[in-house]
């Protein structure tokens, strides 16, 4: 299988905006985090962050924006910057990278280059380089412990490219396609970077229909059903139920004919068509309210799609983040999603330390502190161990529910939420 070409934007931070690039400091958002939303929405393949600060307070701001975006991306994050020891790198992976890069112009980053492979693994690995000699010198020690290479020197591209048998990512300022068709066939390069994609954000999908129309393999949606597949109702339409693919909640239901069902899988964007109006129409076109396609599934008979996305704003025309808010009958059960259990228990310890209550214990764990929230978590393990020992199931379940509780406490404690601890169990 030929390898997929990926389309890969970055973002310079500085300060906590997006600047123009390494050399341009003209800000171009300041706000980073809807900046890489953007860019995940529109068809990028994964993102790279490249660090600008300077001083360790300046690092640490910076690293909790990589942490903001990483866990409001679905793709894969690139750390790049303000690297020196091992310890730098470690933290951008836990910030949420998928992969730290090593900048070959420091000599302490290519001295720490097999420490961190052996500690983290290859793939986790890249090398930003200006030249082909920086390959060349130290070209045993890059194939046995990178996984990817950037090269952020397009008048090195050329030298470059049998530099190393490494995938290479080409940083480019600017590119013409035919310039896009020769980097991107070249079977060294993985993708390209920098202003390129970032200028043409919106053309992601554009550009890669172009590459793989010139022979070029890269990423993207292959419905395998097509729509004489589906069984259609009498006007011809096929329903969507949609869905908010992280919680679940049903958003609205629409209508799709085949133009529009067409126009949803090469864009990305959710398309219906308007019964009222007798149109096409691109939801989010006026408001801004976009839907961006996560995932379709019919359902048994076809004749119905289920659509996961990414809704941006507002789903309803009211205003409302769902059309479904008319309750009808109250449901009255107990919500057994496990998930919503510990959000809605994490939501009252939050609520308990921003508007204490008089006479609450999650408010006297707060006004004790960290050591003492420390040591009932200590104790609540240790009472989980002797509990484990006793016959009876029900009690380990009493003390388990009380580690979680106090658990959940720290976690307000030290600003941690669920959507991070699954996050980072999805990537484990």
Known sequence: MMQQKKFIPCIYLLQGKAVKDLKDKTIISMNPVELAKYYDNNGADSLIIFDLSKGDTEHETALDMIKAICASVEIPVTGAGNVHRMEDIKKLLYAGCRQAALNYSKAENIAITEEVSLKFGKEKIAVCYNGADAIHEHKDLIENYVGELILVNKAAIRESYFACSIPTIISLPEVSLDKLFEILGNASVSGITGNAVNDNAKEITAMKTMCKSNGIAVHMTEPSLTWNDFKLNSDGMLPVVVQDYKTDQVLQVAYMNEEAFQNTIRTGKMTYYSRSRNTLWVKGETSGHFQYMKSLTADCDKDTLLAKVSQVGAACHTGRYSCFFNEVIPGEYDNANPLKVFEEVL??????????????????LFDKGIDKILKKLGEEATEIVI????????????????????????????GVTWEEITEELANR
């Open 387 to 414: 509990a484990a020992k006793n016959p009876n199931a029900n009690e380990i379940k009493y003390e388990i529910s009380d580690f979680l509780y106090h658990m959940m406490v720290l976690m307000v404690e030290k």
């Open 347 to 364: 939501s009252v310890i939050k609520d308990r330390k921003v508007n204490p209550k008089e006479g609450s214990y999650t408010n006297y």
